[in-house]
């Protein structure tokens, strides 16, 4: 880690404490409020920053998965193999059932569903 992030790291952390030490300790009032409101515009960068990191790792997770499944598909239907396409993704879709708190699987169901059309082989259910 580099000595800057250390640094900003160290200054989030503290700015909360001296916060509440200037609460108690000082009469000057333009410090309690910058203190303040600097402490709450850290812990909001903070969580936006979070945020971002997270929605970055869905963006990967779905990305790699998703251009596998593509890159397939069309290989396939260049070539003419509609029906093993066609059933194995209907056989995707009929297993995923994502939701607000979950990914519902979707890298393993597509790495599935592109090695059944990379290998025609055809659901047993479509």
């Known amino acids: 880690m580099s000595l800057i992030a250390i640094f900003i790291l160290f200054i989030i952390g503290i700015l909360p404490i001296l916060w509440l030490i200037s609460e108690f300790k000082t009469n000057k009032r333009w410090i309690r409020i910058s203190l303040g409101i ?8 903070v969580g936006f920053l979070a945020a971002q990191l997270v929605r970055l790792s869905y963006n990967s997770y779905y990305n790699n998965a998703v251009d596998k499944l593509f890159d397939t598909t069309i290989s396939k239907l260049e070539n003419g193999q509609t029906d093993i396409v066609i059933s194995n993704l ?9 939701t607000y708190e979950s990914k519902a699987n979707f890298a393993e169901l597509a790495e599935r569903t ?11 259910n479509p």
Do not use: A, Q, R
């Not at 600097?38 to 960068?45: A, D, E, M, R």
């Not at 209907?90 to 994502?98: I, Q």
């Not at 592109?114 to 047993?124: R, S, V």
């Open 114 to 124: 592109t090695n059944d059309i990379k290998n025609n082989k055809k659901p047993i």
């Open 90 to 98: 209907k056989n995707f879709k009929k297993d995923f059932y994502p």
């Open 38 to 45: 600097t402490s709450i515009l850290c812990v909001w960068g």
